[in-house]
Antibody, heavy 119, light 108 residues
Framework: EVLLVESGGGLIQPGGSLRLSCAAS????????MSWVRQAPGKGLEWVSA?????????????YYADSVKGRFVISRDNSKNTLYLQMNSVRDEDTAIYYC???????WGRGTLVIVSS | EVVLTQSPATLSLSPGERATLSCRAS???????LAWYQQKPGQAPRLLID???NRATGIPARFSGSGSGTDFTLTISSLQPEDSAVYYC?????????FGGGTKVEIK
C-alpha cells in the first residue's frame, strides 16, 4: 500500500519561507511522478506543482508550476530519502491552504499539511 | 490554461435517485487524461474515475464516467447516503493541470 505523509506546515508571516515535505513508502519512489495540490479553506482543489522522473535517458527532472506560484515555489525530490519537497518563498495570504502530495497514478494522496499565512 | 466548468454547483437528491454531474472544458481534451474525484469533509480527494470512463480500484459500479472532447459526465446510478460529498473533475492533457470548481452532492 502506498503511504504519503506530508509535514512542515504551520503559521508563517507574509513574505516568509517554508519547506513542505512528503515522505513516501510502498512504491518505487524514484520512478514516480509527483504533484502538490492545495485547497484553501472552504474552496476547491488547485494543482500547484509537479515533478516528473527523467524521460528518454535525460538526467533532469522536469518541473511544472501553476502561474499563481511560479517564481516563488520550488518543487524537488530526494530519491535516496523517498521524499518530495515544496519550498515556498515569498508567501502570500492567498497561499493559506491544506497542501496535499499525490502520485501521478492519482490514486494515492497524503492527508495534507496546513499552511497558514498571517501576520 | 484549460478551464473546467462543473455544473450544477449543488445537487440535492434522494437515496436511490440518479445523479448526473457535468464537466465542460474550454478546449478539447484527451479522454486518457480526464479524471473524477470524490472528497468528503476533512478527507483527501479519492480517485473515482480515470481516463474518462475507467473506475478506480474499489469504486462501486454505480459510479460511471462518459464523454469526450469538451463534455464529460459523472453518473451515480443510484445514490447512497455515503455518496454525499463534493465531486471534482481534473484534466491532465495540458500543463498547467486544472480542476473544476466542484459539484456538491447532498442526499435529502
Amino acid at each position: 500500500e502506498v503511504l504519503l505523509v506530508e509535514s512542515g506546515g504551520g503559521l508563517i508571516q507574509p513574505g516568509g519561507s517554508l519547506r513542505l515535505s512528503c515522505a513516501a513508502s510502498g512504491l518505487t519512489f524514484s520512478e514516480a511522478d509527483m504533484s502538490w495540490v492545495r485547497q484553501a479553506p472552504g474552496k476547491g482543489l488547485e494543482w500547484v506543482s509537479a515533478i516528473q522522473t527523467p524521460r528518454r535517458g535525460l538526467a533532469r527532472f522536469d518541473t511544472y508550476y501553476a502561474d499563481s506560484v511560479k517564481g516563488r515555489f520550488v518543487i524537488s525530490r530526494d530519491n535516496s530519502k523517498n521524499t518530495l519537497y515544496l519550498q515556498m518563498n515569498s508567501v502570500r495570504d492567498e497561499d493559506t491552504a491544506i497542501y496535499y502530495c499525490a502520485t501521478h497514478a492519482w490514486d494515492s494522496w497524503g492527508r495534507g499539511t496546513l499552511v497558514i499565512v498571517s501576520s | 490554461e484549460v478551464v473546467l466548468t462543473q455544473s450544477p454547483a449543488t445537487l440535492s437528491l434522494s437515496p436511490g435517485e440518479r445523479a448526473t454531474l457535468s464537466c465542460r472544458a474550454s478546449q478539447s481534451l484527451s479522454t486518457t487524461y480526464l479524471a473524477w474525484y470524490q472528497q468528503k469533509p476533512g478527507q483527501a480527494p479519492r480517485l473515482l474515475i480515470d481516463a474518462a470512463t475507467n473506475r478506480a480500484t474499489g469504486i462501486p459500479a454505480r459510479f460511471s464516467g462518459s464523454g469526450s472532447g469538451t463534455d464529460f459526465t459523472l453518473t451515480i446510478s443510484s445514490l447512497q447516503p455515503e455518496d454525499s460529498a463534493v465531486y471534482y473533475c481534473q484534466q491532465r492533457t495540458y500543463w498547467p493541470l486544472t480542476f473544476g470548481g466542484g459539484t456538491k452532492v447532498e442526499i435529502k
